[in-house]
């Protein structure tokens, strides 16, 4: 959530940041309207408790008809007050749930838009002309099949659309990048994290993912506990309600777990193959800040997606997501889009949030520099999410027989493999 001594003080900075939002801007009127009640109603219970606490006093002094009076002042404080505390309660709960609904400042440099209003900072690598080499690309559901290593058929029939088994060498190639993305992170100073891919409603709602992305989310209601979308909602909960002394910033994990996602919204879009679906597994990068400098670590977590995206040989673009396409969470958030032969598009890989202290307050996480107290900065990045990764490997780096280079990268997570080759023959088309 937002500093609310930033709203009493500049709430049109707040309004502008909803309206690029595309949220609802009243929202803002309605929380400053609650948090003066909230205040004023405070107010008014300190005073009644002071002239409460006053009466004590006297009544044991007082005698006759002035004691009566003053008993009978008491009984009439004595209702105002448990009124006047109520109403203070009711104003702060009302405040807290306004607070919780608003979305975070939208950084000042963030283009203004929807989803296809975002900046192009850099293009790299490129893209391969197939015609030029002789051959039309094949998707990567069809080169998967000739190397015995995606089966959606057989999960549709096990857990319907949108799953996938990985086999053999998409088995081994799925853990293969895994292991070379933990070792860059772990090479960059992260501390590896396995994570839980069950939480508590206090940690999912506390990294945002409750409002306008509640929609996607399993929730198992027995238990009342959320499957995570990300490890980002379990490595943001792992110091909730902490304090953190400064000299220990920057803290970064690079977390690895399943991750579900409903796809809510996303009917008739990427129906084909693994790239949309309800289950996979993502290694993503996590790190607290002073928020000072969480700009700089934002950089430094694109630069680390970029080293990544490298060194796997794909074509890549970084765009600077605009204002409409943001999560409640992100201030600004940075994508590198992979190239996608068959699709004639780049697509989404990773994406890194500078999520500056919204988070933090939202889960009671402070930095202790000095004598003070005060909220830190997280942020988030992707590193690897795998099937997506896999359909970008497959289809950009294919061969005209179906067989796959491997990038070097990954060669030795692969048994020295250079090539991955078919194992089944091409069906004619």
Known sequence: MIDLRLLREDPDRVRASQRARGEDVGLVDSLLSADERRRSSGVRFDELRAEQKQLGKLIPKAQGDEKQELLKRTGELAAAVKAADAEQNDAAAQTQDLLRRLGNLVHPDVPVGGEEDFALLETHGTIRDFEAEGFTPKDH?????????????????????????????????????????????????????????????????????????????????????????????????????????????????????????????????????????HQFDKVEMFSYVDPAD?????????????????????????????????????????????????????????????????????????MRDGKKTRPLATLNGTLCAVPRTIVALLENHQQADGSVRVPEVLRPYLGGREVLEPVAPATAK
């Open 141 to 277: 559901l069809e080169l998967g099949h000739l190397l015995g290593a995606i089966d959606v058929e057989r999960a549709a029939k096990v857990s319907g659309s949108r799953f996938y088994y990985l086999s053999g060498i998409g088995a081994l190639l799925e853990l293969a990048l895994v292991n070379a993305a933990i070792a860059q992170a772990t090479a960059a100073g992260f501390t590896p994290m396995l994570t839980p891919a069950l939480v508590r409603p206090q940690a999912m709602d506390g990294t945002g993912f409750l409002g306008q992305a509640g929609q996607d989310v399993y929730h198992l209601k027995d238990d009342d506990l959320y499957l995570v979308g990300t490890s980002e909602v379990a490595l943001a909960g792992y110091h909730m309600d902490e304090i953190i002394e400064a000299d220990r910033l920057p803290l970064r994990y690079a977390g690895f777990s399943p991750c579900f996602r409903r796809e809510a919204g996303s009917h008739g879009k990427d129906t084909r193959g693994i790239f949309r679906v």
């Open 294 to 366: 969480s700009e700089a670590e934002h950089r430094r977590l694109l630069d680390w997606e970029k080293q990544w995206l490298t060194s796997l040989g794909l074509p890549f673009r970084v765009i600077d997501v605009a204002t409409g396409d943001l999560g409640s969470s992100a201030a600004r958030k940075f994508d590198c889009e992979a190239w996608i032969p068959t699709q004639g598009k780049y697509r989404e890989l990773t994406s890194t949030s500078d999520c500056t202290e919204f988070q933090a307050r939202r889960l009671s996480i402070r």
